[in-house]
C-alpha cells in the first residue's frame, strides 16, 4: 500500500516564495524526495486537491507533476495517480552519479516512467466495443465443429477473409488453402525453420539489423544464418557472399526493421530473381505493412512471385499481440508440409478468435481501424519530429515514412552514453546496435525510439524525457 500525502497525516511544510510559483513548488517537492520526508511510493494528491490547498491554478500543479515525472522524481500511471518514483531514496549527493558510475545501475527506477520501445502498438486503442460486436456475432453463427481440433491450417472463415483482404491492401496472391493461421510471427518462422531443415537447407541468410530472436530460432532449428550486407540503400542481395550458400532470406522488404526504409525495386527484383534461379526461398516479414504516412504503401515482395515467397501477416502491430493471431502465405510446394508440421504441434490460436477476427475483416470493421490508427500514428510521428527538431536540431530522424518507429542518429561513439542517461531519466528506448548482428561493425550510433506505446496522458513528458538526454 502506497503512503499518503501529506494531507492525510504528516505536514510537510512547503515554503513557495517568489512570483514563479511552479518552480517553487518543482524545488519543493525535490527538496522533500531529497531529505526523504517524501519517502518512494508515495502516493500526491490530485493537481486539484493541492491547488485548492496552496492556492494557486491547478495547471501550475498538473505542469509542476509533468514536468518532475519526466525528470524521473515522480511517476504517474492512469488510475493510479501521481507517486514518488522508486529510484529518488533519500541521499547526500544532489546531483547524481556519472552515466559511467557502477552505482547507476542501482539507482535505477525498477520501472520505467516511459516506455518508447519499438515493437508495441497503443494498446489503450484496441476497438473493444467493435472486436465484442464481431465476437458476439461470430459466436452466434459458428457450427459446433468449430470448437473442436479442426484443421491444422487454421478456421476456413478466417483463411477467405485474409485472402480478400491480403489481395487487396497489401498486393499478395493468396487463396484459403495456402494460407495457414499461426499464434505469432515467431511461430510461423519456427515452422518454416524445421520444414527447410527437414529439406535440406542449411542456411537462412538474414539483414545486418534485426530482431536477434529471429536469428536465434532459425539457429536452433540448426540453420546458419550469414548476414547480408547493408549500404545507405538498405539490404544488399548481391549473389555472392551470404546468398551464395543460403537456401532461403529472411527480409523485412516493406519496411526495414529498425532502420526504416523499403527495399528498393531493383533490389526486389534481385532477390526473387535469386530466389527462382537458386530454388531458394524468401521469407517476408510484413510485420506493419498497413501503416504508411507519406508515400503509396509500398506492396508485399510476395506480389513477385508467389511460388518462391513466403508471407507472413500478424495483427500484433494493428490490433495488438495478445490476441495471439498471425498467418503465412505459402508457396504451393510448402504449404501442405507446413500444415502437417503444425499438426504436430497443435499450437495455434483458438477458433472463436479466429471467427472473431474473420468478421472483424468482413464487416470492415478492421479497415475502419486501421486507418484510424494509422492517422494517430503520424500525428504522434510528426509531434516527434518536431519536439526533436526543436530541441535537437543536429538529429537526423530517419525511417520515418511508415512504421511505429523512428531512428535518431548520434554522434559516433554516444549511444551507450544516451542510453544510460535515458535509464536514469526513467526512459525506456533502445540503441541501434542492440539490433546488430555480432558479425557486422559497429558503425552506427542511434536511438530506434517507438512513438506508438505511450498513453495519451504521457507523451508529452516522454517526448521531454527523450529530448533531455539527446546531445
Known amino acids: ?66 514536468e518532475l ?7 504517474a500511471r492512469q488510475g493510479s495517480g501521481t507517486v514518488v518514483a522508486r529510484r529518488a531514496e533519500p541521499r547526500t549527493a544532489v546531483r547524481p552519479p556519472p552515466v559511467s558510475s557502477p552505482v547507476l545501475s542501482l539507482s535505477r527506477p525498477a ?4 516506455n518508447l520501445r519499438a515493437g508495441t502498438p497503443d494498446l489503450a486503442s484496441f476497438p473493444r466495443a467493435e472486436w465484442l460486436k464481431a465476437y458476439r456475432r461470430a459466436l452466434t453463427d459458428a457450427p459446433n465443429e468449430a470448437f473442436g481440433y479442426g484443421d491444422a491450417r487454421g478456421r476456413i ?12 491492401a497489401r498486393g499478395v496472391h493468396a487463396r484459403p488453402e495456402r494460407i495457414v493461421i499461426c499464434a505469432g510471427f515467431v511461430h510461423g518462422l519456427m515452422l518454416i525453420g524445421q520444414v527447410l531443415r527437414n529439406r535440406g537447407v542449411r542456411n537462412v541468410a538474414v539483414e545486418s539489423y534485426g530482431l536477434g530472436l529471429h536469428a536465434g530460432l532459425l539457429t536452433g532449428a540448426g540453420l546458419g544464418t550469414p548476414v547480408l550486407p547493408f549500404d ?15 537456401g532461403a532470406v529472411l527480409m523485412t522488404a516493406a519496411h526495414q526493421f529498425p532502420l526504416g526504409g523499403a527495399l528498393p525495386p531493383d533490389r526486389r527484383a534481385a532477390v526473387v530473381d535469386w530466389a527462382r534461379a537458386s530454388g531458394g526461398f524468401v521469407l517476408e516479414d510484413d510485420y506493419d505493412g498497413e ?15 508467389p511460388e518462391r515467397v513466403v508471407y507472413f501477416g500478424t495483427a500484433s502491430k494493428s490490433l495488438a499481440p495478445g490476441l495471439r493471431l498471425a498467418w503465412m502465405v505459402l508457396p504451393e510446394s510448402l504449404a501442405g508440409e507446413v500444415a502437417a508440421t ?33 492517422l494517430r500514428y503520424r500525428r504522434r510521428r510528426d509531434q516527434l519530429v518536431a519536439a526533436v527538431a ?40 533502445q540503441g541501434v546496435n542492440q539490433f546488430r548482428r555480432p558479425t557486422v561493425p559497429p558503425t552506427l550510433d542511434g536511438l530506434v525510439v517507438g512513438y506508438a506505446t505511450p498513453p495519451d496522458s504521457a507523451w508529452n513528458g516522454a517526448l521531454q524525457s527523450l529530448c533531455r538526454v539527446l546531445p
Open 232 to 246: 545507405e540503400r538498405g539490404t544488399r542481395v548481391d549473389e555472392r557472399g551470404a546468398l551464395a550458400s543460403a
Open 111 to 114: 520501472a520505467p516512467a516511459h
Open 390 to 429: 526543436a530541441h535537437s536540431p543536429d538529429t537526423r530522424v530517419s525511417g520515418i515514412a511508415a512504421g511505429l518507429h523512428a531512428v535518431l542518429a548520434l554522434p559516433p561513439g554516444t549511444e551507450q552514453a544516451v542510453l544510460r542517461s535515458a535509464a536514469w531519466h526513467g526512459l525506456a528506448v
Open 291 to 305: 501503416f504508411r504516412y507519406d508515400r503509396q504503401p509500398v506492396g508485399a515482395l510476395q506480389g513477385l512471385d
Open 69 to 75: 515525472v519526466a525528470e524521473g522524481w515522480l511517476t
Open 157 to 168: 472463415e478466417l483463411r477467405t477473409a485474409l485472402a480478400e483482404y491480403l489481395s487487396r
Open 1 to 66: 500500500m502506497a503512503n499518503e500525502w501529506a494531507t492525510f497525516g504528516a505536514d510537510l511544510h512547503l515554503e513557495l516564495r517568489g512570483p514563479r510559483l511552479r518552480a517553487g513548488l518543482m524545488d519543493a517537492l525535490r527538496e522533500a524526495v531529497r531529505t526523504g520526508r517524501l519517502e518512494a511510493g508515495t502516493r500526491l494528491p490530485s493537481s486539484r486537491t493541492l491547488a485548492a490547498d496552496l492556492g494557486m491554478a491547478r495547471n501550475t500543479v498538473a505542469d509542476a507533476y509533468a
Open 342 to 374: 503444425k499438426g504436430a504441434v497443435d499450437w495455434t490460436s483458438s477458433a472463436p478468435d479466429q471467427l472473431a477476427f474473420a468478421e472483424f475483416l468482413r464487416s470492415g470493421a478492421y479497415d475502419r481501424h486501421v486507418r484510424a490508427m494509422r
